[in-house]
């Protein structure tokens, strides 16, 4: 059964219903909102913009505390709507969609006018006893944000946080998966006293997002999968604007012989199946090195053996969250097998659940020939496989079209430090799962298909911004560079100039 499903058109406008994935009930009619809708949107956004940019950060951060406020108060509010339009467990719910945001808004309000003030730089060579230079970060205007589905409140306002306080306006375009999220944070904001206009949801599908990316936006803030980010680019390229592209993963785990085999377990586990495996750097290939394999792979079949899949209490592993996602993992899992993949845990839907359930899954003897090892599967699959050592789990590790993140499990710090820096990743994490959305002050980004530009941190906090050079004389000492009428007696004196500067030791230890 279809999880997102097209119905009859009102006033002029597309509309879809969407059901549970866990209960398969409905939860909701949605309109798409049409390009003109998109395009008024932007423009009152626009409008909220030049007031909000005025604001001080210390007055921006205010509404931020007061929309911390409201998540805090108002958790249960959260949990309900992700759990209904996802199956998560509620754990996840709280860690992902109510801890991040939290953290998340409570960080850049404290610390985003000390990363975007106004900054003096100082200049070197000659130039320095002349001039100065400043770096202002101005806001872009209106950033257009869309969204996928598999952290439908996280995703929204972690970049929420950094693009208002940074002094932009937001309109939204959720995942037509999960649209009720989106509403959630809108009331938030609303009872925060936010202006109107300064956040807005628009409802709908892709076409509703290549709309917003037409309708006259400065920015794209783009979460979602590689398909979607290559058509986003391209939308963005023919409109000149800016965009950063979070894309999917395939990210690889390297256990060596050294590594504490009962928290690398662990980490395998939680690291493929938390929040179903649809979790951008969840663990999807785990290279183990000869000596410890047998062991590794014992404890991890044990852990998954004990893992609880339900659709209400407490369990550990939820619903996949969207029928399509479903019908990939069958086919990679489909596509696993007919080449020799051995499974020794789940392998199948659960038949125990009326919902959309994939058993929480342990396959080994997979390889690089299977599109298990090769394309995004984005399921609770954990798949295994046999190196040498580490030197082949790093060129393995690296032998893919992605590069989100990885990590790395030993007992010797140095040696998996040493061993991050050599993979070819967006981010790297030793010894846990892959944490490094949650850390506020890291740079989130992928290499190769897994994205473009870095949200997060102080580097994706200035990307909702212009840095803009500012420079002036110094007091009493400037003059006009250059400057007409050119005279033959100039033009040798700046040729001397630059044999002294560049052609003398003097020169050189000057400039
Ligand atoms: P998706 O690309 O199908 O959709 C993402 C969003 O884009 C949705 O809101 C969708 O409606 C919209 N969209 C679709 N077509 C569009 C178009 N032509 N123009 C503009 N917008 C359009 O992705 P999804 O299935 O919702 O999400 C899962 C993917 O997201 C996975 O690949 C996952 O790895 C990735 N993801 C990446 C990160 C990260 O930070 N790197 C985080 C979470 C998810």
Not at 80 to 95: M, Q
Request: proline residues 4%; aromatic residues 8%.
């Amino acid at each position: 059964m279809a999880i997102v499903e097209s119905l009859e058109a009102t006033n002029g406008r597309r509309r879809y219903g969407v059901r549970s994935p866990a209960t398969l009930e409905p939860i909701g009619e949605f309109e798409c909102a049409t390009a003109a809708d998109v395009c008024a949107a932007v423009e009152r956004a626009r409008v909220a913009q030049a007031a909000w940019a005025r604001l001080s950060f210390d007055e921006r951060a205010a509404y931020l505390y007061r929309l911390l406020a409201q998540f805090v108060e108002r958790q249960d509010e959260v949990i309900d709507a992700v759990i209904a339009e996802t199956g998560k467990p509620r754990a996840e719910a709280i860690s992902m969609e109510v801890y991040a945001p939290c953290d998340a808004i409570a960080y850049y309000a404290k610390h985003a006018g000390r990363i975007l003030r106004t900054r003096r730089r100082r200049l070197h060579g000659v130039m320095r006893l002349m001039k100065t230079l400043r770096i202002v970060y101005q806001p872009l205007g209106v950033v257009g944000l869309i969204t996928p589905w598999n952290g439908p409140v996280a995703l929204t306002a972690v970049p929420l946080a950094q693009a208002l306080m940074a002094g932009n306006a937001v309109v939204h375009k959720p995942s037509e998966v999960t649209p009720l999220s989106a509403l959630v944070v809108k009331r938030f904001t609303e009872a925060a006293g936010f202006p109107p206009d300064l956040y807005q949801v628009v409802q709908g599908d892709g076409e509703t997002g290549a709309a917003l990316i037409d309708a006259g936006v400065d920015k794209i803030a783009f979460t979602g999968s590689v398909a979607t980010g290559r058509k986003v680019a391209e939308a963005c390229g023919r409109r000149l604007i800016r965009c950063t592209l979070e894309l999917g993963g395939k990210d690889a785990m390297i256990v060596c012989p050294d590594a504490d085999l009962d928290r690398a377990a662990a980490g395998a586990l939680l690291g493929s199946c938390m929040n179903t495996g649809h979790y951008c750097c969840g663990t999807e290939r785990i290279y183990v090195t000869e000596p410890v394999y047998d062991a590794f792979v014992a404890k991890v079949v044990a852990g998954a053996r004990a893992l609880r899949q339900s659709d209400r209490g407490e369990f550990d592993v939820g619903a996949v969250f969207w029928d399509r996602q479903l019908d990939v993992i069958e086919a990679h899992m489909a596509d696993a097998r007919a080449k020799g993949a051995e499974v020794l845990v789940g392998g199948r839907r659960n038949p125990d659940l009326k919902g959309l359930y994939y058993e929480p899954t342990v396959v080994t003897n997979v390889g690089h020939d299977m599109d298990l090892m090769r394309k995004e599967t984005f399921g609770p699959i954990v798949a295994i496989t046999k190196v040498r050592d580490e030197e082949e789990a790093i060129r393995l590790a690296n032998d893919s079209e992605y590069g989100l993140n990885g990590t790395v499990w030993t007992a010797d710090r140095a040696r998996g430090l040493a061993l991050a820096a050599r993979l070819q990743t967006g981010g790297v994490c030793v010894n846990d799962m892959t944490i490094t959305y949650g850390l506020p002050e890291a740079p989130f980004g992928g290499r190769k298909l897994s994205g473009l530009g870095q949200v997060n941190g102080p580097e994706g906090l200035r990307s909702y911004c212009h840095a803009q050079p500012i420079s002036a004389d110094r007091r009493g000492r400037g003059k006009i560079q250059g400057g007409y009428p050119y005279t033959r007696k100039e033009e040798d004196g700046m040729q001397k100039f630059i044999r002294f500067l560049w052609g003398t030791r003097l020169g050189r230890w000057l400039s």
